[in-house]
T-cell receptor
Framework: DSGVTQTPKHLITATGQRVTLRCSPR?????VYWYQQSLDQGLQFLIQ???????AKGNILERFSAQQFPDLHSELNLSSLELGDSALYFC????????????FGPGTRLLVL | GENVEQHPSTLSVQEGDSAVIKCTYSDSASNYFPWYKQELGKRPQLIIDIRSNVGEKKDQRIAVTLNKTAKHFSLHITETQPEDSAVYFCAARSPPSNTGKLIFGQGTTLQVKP
C-alpha cells in the first residue's frame, strides 16, 4: 500500500457524460500527478499540481481539467467523454515539487460505453 | 519532443537466469530515471531509480546502469524468480527541477518460467 488513495475503483459511463476522479496523496506529500494508462498509449503524464497550483502539463485534452484543494486532495474532471477515454487513471504523489520519488495510487478504471 | 524507447516489449527467461531491459531517452537534459514494476491490475511500484550524477546503482538482485553519453539506461535482474513476472516500465524526467513530469517507455512484459 503506497498511502495514495483513489476513488472510485471502477467507473462505467456513457459517451458525452462527465465524471470526476478523486485522489488523496500520502500524508505530507505536496505534489499530485495524474497519469492515463491505455493499452496502446502506455503511461501518459497528464498534469501535476504542487501545493494547490498547477506545476506541469502534459498532453491533457481540453475536455479534461484538474485541481488540487487546500487539503491537498485532487480531482480530475473528464467531460464530453468519448470511447477512447476508456483507460486506467492513476494518481501519484511526492513530497515536494519534482525531484522525489512518485508513489502511485491503485488507479480508477474508466469504461466509456 | 521528449521520448523514451524501451526494449524488448516481451521477455521470457528461465527461473534463475538474468533479465536485461534497455531504454533510450531523447532529452539530454533528463536527470532522473526510475523503474517501475506493475503486476496485472495493480499500481506501478518503484523498484529502483538512478540520478544523472551516478553511473550504476544496485539493490540486491536489481541493478540499473546509466550511460549519459549514449542516452540510455538499463535494468538488470539477476537470479530471476517467478514472482518477478510483471510489466516493467522505465521513465525519464527532465528539468526544470521544480516539475516531476515522467516520460514512460512502452513497457516490457517479463515472464519467468519455473
Amino acid at each position: 500500500d503506497s498511502g495514495v488513495t483513489q476513488t472510485p475503483k471502477h467507473l462505467i459511463t456513457a459517451t458525452g457524460q462527465r465524471v470526476t476522479l478523486r485522489c488523496s496523496p500520502r500524508s505530507g506529500d505536496l505534489s499530485v500527478y495524474w497519469y492515463q494508462q491505455s493499452l496502446d498509449q502506455g503511461l501518459q503524464f497528464l498534469i501535476q499540481y504542487y501545493n494547490g497550483e498547477e506545476r506541469a502539463k502534459g498532453n491533457i485534452l481540453e475536455r479534461f481539467s484538474a485541481q488540487q484543494f487546500p487539503d491537498l486532495h485532487s480531482e480530475l474532471n473528464l467531460s464530453s467523454l468519448e470511447l477512447g477515454d476508456s483507460a486506467l487513471y492513476f494518481c501519484a504523489s511526492s513530497v515536494a515539487d519534482g525531484q522525489e520519488t512518485q508513489y502511485f495510487g491503485p488507479g480508477t478504471r474508466l469504461l466509456v460505453l | 519532443g521528449e521520448n523514451v524507447e524501451q526494449h524488448p516489449s516481451t521477455l521470457s527467461v528461465q527461473e534463475g537466469d538474468s533479465a536485461v531491459i534497455k531504454c533510450t531517452y531523447s532529452d539530454s537534459a533528463s536527470n532522473y530515471f526510475p523503474w517501475y514494476k506493475q503486476e496485472l491490475g495493480k499500481r506501478p511500484q518503484l523498484i529502483i531509480d538512478i540520478r544523472s550524477n551516478v553511473g550504476e546503482k544496485k539493490d540486491q538482485r536489481i541493478a540499473v546502469t546509466l550511460n549519459k553519453t549514449a542516452k540510455h539506461f538499463s535494468l538488470h535482474i539477476t537470479e530471476t524468480q517467478p514472482e518477478d513476472s510483471a510489466v516493467y516500465f522505465c521513465a525519464a524526467r527532465s528539468p526544470p527541477s521544480n516539475t516531476g513530469k515522467l516520460i514512460f517507455g512502452q513497457g516490457t512484459t517479463l515472464q519467468v518460467k519455473p
